[in-house]
């Protein structure tokens, strides 16, 4: 069930239906790594800037692969209260695995942009921008961060997602807009032709091409 040739040919695909629904935005933030090559094309097309929001996935304890929430750079936090009720995760992880994921997030942020500081969002239209959305966790933490800095406007813009996780992050945005999400939906890499992983280095090279 492929979509996509890769995270290139998805961000073309989004930026052409972005461009037609007549979306604006004053800024793009992709969420490191893979969504830079899905962003750049988006950023380009909507004659927008191009940045990052970085959030870390809050791993479930003897599970770090289970989010049971994640977290900003800037702190602000999702957490998966169901699971968390479930698993019995006391405070006291809560906040140490929080502390420890958010200055993991800023130091990446800090990295992303030179030392430099994320650009006010204040009044801004923006339009966050993943490779796909499978349980929404780090998608939820960066919408939260953006909402957080006042921004005019928050939009989420992916290529695939879990019907599911669309749907709670709907709540979280003025607007989510998914080219699919596919019933059959197990994980993001299925809808790519080519899905690999995207190296720090180049992620920061699509920051650094201009339009």
């Known amino acids: 069930m492929t979509m996509f040739d890769d995270r290139t040919d998805a961000g073309e695909q989004l930026a052409a ?30 004659d927008a ?7 870390r996935k809050m791993g479930a304890p003897r599970n770090p692969e289970l ?15 169901a699971l968390i009720d479930r698993l019995g995760v006391s405070e006291d ?6 502390t420890k994921e958010a200055e993991n997030a800023r130091e990446k942020a800090t990295r992303y942009r030179d030392g430099a500081e994320l650009p006010s969002l204040e009044g801004k239209r923006v339009v966050v921008v993943d490779d796909g959305v499978a349980t ?6 960066c919408l939260r961060q953006v909402r957080d800095a006042d921004a005019a406007f928050v939009a989420l813009a992916v290529p695939v997602g879990s019907p599911r996780s669309i749907d ?36 920061i090279d699509y920051l650094q091409t201009e339009p």
């Open 93 to 98: 992880y809560l906040e140490e695995v929080r």
């Open 49 to 55: 800037d191009l940045d990052v929001v970085v959030a």
């Open 17 to 46: 239906h972005l461009e037609r629904r007549g979306l604006e935005a004053d800024i793009v933030l992709g969420i490191p790594r893979g969504a830079l090559p899905v962003a750049r094309p988006v950023a380009d097309a909507l």
């Open 67 to 81: 989010a049971i929430g994640a977290v900003a750079s800037d702190g602000s936090v999702w957490h998966n209260d």
């Open 168 to 203: 709670d992050l709907e709540a979280e945005a003025d607007e989510v807009i998914a080219l699919e999400t596919p019933p059959s939906f197990r994980a993001v890499g299925q809808f790519y032709q080519t899905f690999g992983q995207v190296s720090d280095e180049e992620a």
């Open 136 to 141: 929404g966790a780090t998608a939820m933490a």
